[in-house]
């Protein structure tokens, strides 16, 4: 990539960080606006959704924009990423997770440190964190082996969706997941149930991967038949 690594890194920590600050913040305002659970669940995922159409379009060309070490995971599974390189990459995005939610709070003026109350737990839920990092996953590798410039769109439009199809409500992000336990509001997480939401967002992010290679690589060339002599 043409930008060096301190400015890749620079860019995954501010990209997540922005994300976590649209995650937690559109949360709270949507609480603090309506007492629809349905209503807000739609001011949280559409401010969201279009945070990542922005986020990945313009550090896309810097980092590669992923924001989740679930996604850094499937590239260096991939050999896209050196390990030393996701590793760092990873520390970026949690670090900057975090960064992202006290700045949420900061900003409507709420206690800076707290701990998530919110109880996320059971079959259902972790399944569903399987499924929206497995279709997040898919969606990044069919969007750039298919569709390169329409990715932002493309999981824009994903996390949208996924928010209100999955029971998890889709955080499919083990850093926003960690970010999301540092905040007692809408949409925290208590910090009990982050390893099984993790470990299932990384399931997901391997079955993706593992399908990936088979499903989008490239057709093999058919070989003529010969004419009968």
């Known amino acids: 990539m043409p930008f060096g690594l301190s400015r890749r890194l620079a860019a995954e920590g501010l990209g997540t960080a922005l994300l976590v600050a649209t ?18 669940l739609l001011g949280n995922a559409l401010p969201t959704g279009a945070m990542l159409v922005v986020l990945i379009t313009i550090f896309g060309p810097v980092s590669g924009a992923h924001f989740n070490p679930a996604v850094t ?13 996701a590793t760092l990459y990873v ?10 939610t006290l700045l949420a709070h900061l900003m409507f003026e709420l206690p800076l440190l707290q701990s998530g109350a919110t109880a996320r737990s059971g079959g259902g839920q972790w399944l569903a964190e399987v499924v929206a990092t497995f279709g997040l996953v ?13 990715v932002p769109w493309l999981v824009g ?9 999955t029971a998890s409500t889709s955080f499919a992000n083990p850093a926003v997941a960690i970010a999301r336990a540092f905040s007692d509001t809408f949409a925290g997480i208590r910090a009990i149930d982050l390893p099984s939401f993790i470990l299932a967002e990384f399931t997901g992010a391997g079955v993706a991967v593992l399908l990936a290679g088979w499903l989008l690589s490239d057709p093999r060339p058919r070989t003529p038949m010969k004419a009968a002599q």
Do not use: K
């Open 23 to 40: 995650v937690v913040g559109s949360g709270i305002m949507a609480d603090r606006l309506t007492e629809d659970t349905a209503l807000a």
């Open 73 to 85: 995971l499937a590239f260096a599974l991939r050999r896209a990423i050196r390990p030393r390189e």
């Open 91 to 100: 520390a970026a995005q949690v670090a900057g997770g975090i960064a992202g």
């Open 138 to 150: 898919l969606t990044i590798m069919a969007g750039l082996r298919f569709r390169a410039a329409d």
């Open 157 to 165: 439009l994903y996390i949208t969706a996924a928010y209100w199809f």
